[in-house]
């Protein structure tokens, strides 16, 4: 069964500082792996996916991931901050089509002025 | 634009009623999703239709019941609401329900039940 870890339910950076949110996943097969983000009461938008191309994925507003497949980890990257980071971030696997998506519980981004 | 639409944005309503959420996209995609978001913020997948039929059925009460007049339109029904029902439920599209694809969400219907 497929299952996501989120590790951090909450990370505070300050502005112009690198991100690292960190996610660890299990499956039976080879997953595809998303990040979305959410910010304050509104939908969830798609920052980046990986569906067994390249490992590093590039993504929306200058994130970025890594699928290792030797961790198992998925983890998401952006080398300075800005405010309108601050959100919460979802680690989402999926291993098959028509088989449901499976979030993690969410990453709280803070961003310091 | 807006790709996935839902009315209401927000629903309060008492113990017992019951109430309809509706959710439609323009994207042309053949399969939709509802999604329930609780107060911790954890996602949970409830019902996923393509082209109109039922393909996941996630272990939701049957007071709840989703209904897809066409694959653009994806409406959930609450019957007898309950306390524990207070979420908020996202409505989601993709493509065809295909491994990889992206889902699009909706701004999310925030339901309250007193």
């Known amino acids: 069964a497929q299952s996501v870890t989120q590790l951090d339910s909450h990370v505070s950076v300050s502005e112009g500082t690198p991100v690292l949110l960190r996610c660890n996943y299990s499956s039976s097969y080879s997953p595809s792996l998303f990040w979305y983000v959410q910010h304050p009461n509104k939908g969830l938008q798609l920052l980046l996916k990986y569906t067994s191309a390249a490992t590093l994925v590039k993504g929306i507003n200058g994130f970025e991931a890594e699928f290792k497949k030797s961790e198992t980890s998925f983890h998401l990257t952006k080398p300075s901050a800005h405010m309108s980071d601050a959100a919460e971030y979802f680690c989402v696997v999926s291993e098959s089509g028509n088989t449901p998506l499976v979030f993690g519980k969410g990453t709280r981004l803070s961003v310091i002025a | 634009d807006t790709a996935v639409s839902q009315t209401p944005k927000y629903l309060v309503t008492q113990m017992g009623n019951d109430k309809s959420i509706k959710c439609e996209q323009n994207?042309?995609?053949?399969?939709m999703y509802w999604y329930k978001q609780d107060s911790k913020k954890f996602l949970k997948i409830m019902f996923s239709y393509n082209n109109k039929e039922l393909i996941i059925n996630e272990t939701v009460p049957n007071r709840f019941s989703p209904k897809s007049p066409d694959k653009a339109h994806l409406n959930l029904h609450i019957n007898s609401l309950e306390l524990g029902d207070s979420a908020v439920y996202f409505c989601?599209?993709?493509?065809?329900?295909?491994?990889?694809?992206?889902?699009?969400f909706g701004p999310g219907t925030r339901l309250l039940v007193l």
């Open positions: 994207l042309g995609h053949d399969t």
């Open positions: 989601a599209s993709s493509q065809d329900g295909g491994f990889g694809e992206t889902q699009y």
